[in-house]
């Protein structure tokens, strides 16, 4: 009985809905993690709960984070003198940020206002990484000219941007 009122209670005051064989599989990691803790005296690692459950790896780790509570990504995580350091502060990304998005959208203009040729050249040389011979041979005409080509897209690209 006691067991079903803690599924029910875990089930029923979760912020974020987890399906209910999700919810079974973290509590029965929950018991795993806590009978090793008790036989040895330190935190189990993740493959040794999965080990015993005969489950994957994955498995223990996605039923943990589904039974986890969600924090908001404007939540303080500290806060000294009046300038409080966020999650979301944390968690950026600065490959994603909006000039780098901003970045992405002039650098295809640049390459759109380019002839069909020049693309081209510069698909196979830097997408493809093909050397100017290789490029040279496939397209039929010299490296010298490939090199000029090349010079000259990257030229044009960078005074587009």
């Given at each position: 009985?006691?067991i079903?009122?803690?599924?029910?209670?875990?089930?029923d005051?979760?912020?974020?809905?987890?399906s209910?064989?999700?919810?079974d599989?973290?509590y029965?990691?929950?018991?795993?993690?806590?009978?090793?803790m008790?036989?040895?005296q330190?935190?189990?690692?993740v493959?040794?709960?999965?080990?015993?459950?005969?489950i994957?790896?994955?498995d223990?780790?996605?039923?943990?984070?589904?039974?986890?509570e969600?924090?908001?990504?404007?939540?303080?995580?500290?806060?000294?003198?009046?300038?409080?350091?966020?999650v979301?502060?944390?968690?950026s990304?600065?490959?994603?940020s909006?000039?780098?998005?901003?970045?992405?959208?002039?650098l295809?203009?640049a390459?759109?206002?380019?002839?069909?040729?020049?693309?081209?050249?510069?698909?196979?040389?830097?997408?493809?990484?093909?050397?100017?011979?290789?490029?040279?041979?496939?397209?039929?005409?010299?490296q010298?000219?490939?090199?000029?080509?090349?010079k000259?897209?990257?030229?044009r690209?960078?005074?587009?941007?």
């Open positions: 009985m006691i079903g009122e803690i599924r029910r209670y875990l089930r005051n979760s912020a974020v809905r987890v209910r064989s999700m919810r599989t973290a029965r990691v929950l018991q795993a993690r806590e009978s090793l008790a036989q040895r330190t935190e189990p690692t493959d040794e709960i999965a080990g015993l459950l005969e994957r790896r994955e223990v780790t996605m039923a943990l984070d589904a039974i986890s969600p924090v908001s990504l404007f939540e303080p995580m500290y806060n000294a003198s009046g300038d409080a350091v966020y979301m502060d944390q968690v990304d600065p490959q994603n909006d000039e780098a998005w901003l970045e992405q959208i002039a295809g203009d390459i759109a206002r380019l002839n069909s040729r020049e693309k081209h050249i510069l698909a196979l040389r830097f997408w493809e990484g093909k050397t100017q011979m290789e490029v040279s041979a496939e397209i039929g005409i010299s010298a000219q490939v090199s000029r080509l090349e000259n897209a990257i030229a690209i960078k005074k587009d941007l």
